[in-house]
């Protein structure tokens, strides 16, 4: 009984997960179709020739695919995912697996398995969630700069080209990829709406927007930019004064809702004759024994 509530526990959280990149793989089809067609009308390349619909269904979504686990690892980091992160990650978990499933059986693997996935999947999460915190911290400087320039005379395009040379860190990056867009012809408002859709960036995107209205209907845009940097200084400040005060509440709510989880997969993977047919047959006869006597 505890192992058909087990698998059926497992399939509804597998599902859940299949669910959510199945939304999150049409929602970037969507968004890469659009880019991509704008892309061809900027470049004046030729249209495409007819293809039969098999093809035209299965480029896309390969195409989606692809291009979804390269915004991961951008996210995280990683500019050019190759052969040797993929062994990196697969290996050790592949021998991993053969152990449990050596040592343990096959419940102990399933658990070992569910175990290196979580861990890397958390490993990606705080990778990534630290890339943008850096990012955050970095934009207020570089929306300065961005003032300082346009305050002197320079226009917004020029002037966000010259601010990039001075800026480092995991924000040159995104700056760099709206930069090499802009260059190909695609207007600034659109570069950098793209980039802060691939990693995230919310701040970013509101960037975009004063620009985008900055251009179409003019204005003091370095006045809201400087405000908008001075807010994201204040807003870091209280993050972090949140932070430095909830911390004690936040690691008991870490421990919490991490130890019952770890207790079960190590039970799982060292003690599976627990939630074994036979381990549950041999407690029944040893408590109907003490019944007995």
Known sequence: MRIALWLL??????GGIALWLWQRAQRRSRQDVSAAFVDRQLQGMQPMQPQTQEAIGQQPQLHVQIEAVRHFFLRAGIQQPDGRLYANLLVPGMVLVLLALVFGGWLSALGTLILYVMLVAFYFWLKTSR???????????????????????????????TGIVGTEGPLRVVLD??????????ELEQA??????????????????VIGVSSRFGGRSDLVLERMAAFMRDLEHAQNELVSLSAEIRLSAW????LPIAIVMFLIIFNNSMFSICGLTDRRKMMMARCWK
């Open 9 to 14: 526990a497992a399939a509804l959280l597998l």
């Open 131 to 161: 890339l943008q915190r850096t990012m955050v911290r970095q934009l207020p400087g570089f929306l300065d700069t961005l003032v300082r320039l346009v305050t002197i005379g320079n226009s917004i395009g020029s002037a966000f080209q």
């Open 177 to 186: 990829r709206a930069n090499r867009q802009v260059q190909a012809g695609v």
């Open 192 to 209: 950098l709406r793209q980039q802060a859709a691939i990693f995230h960036f919310k701040e970013l995107d509101l960037v975009a927007a």
């Open 255 to 258: 421990v919490m809702g991490v």
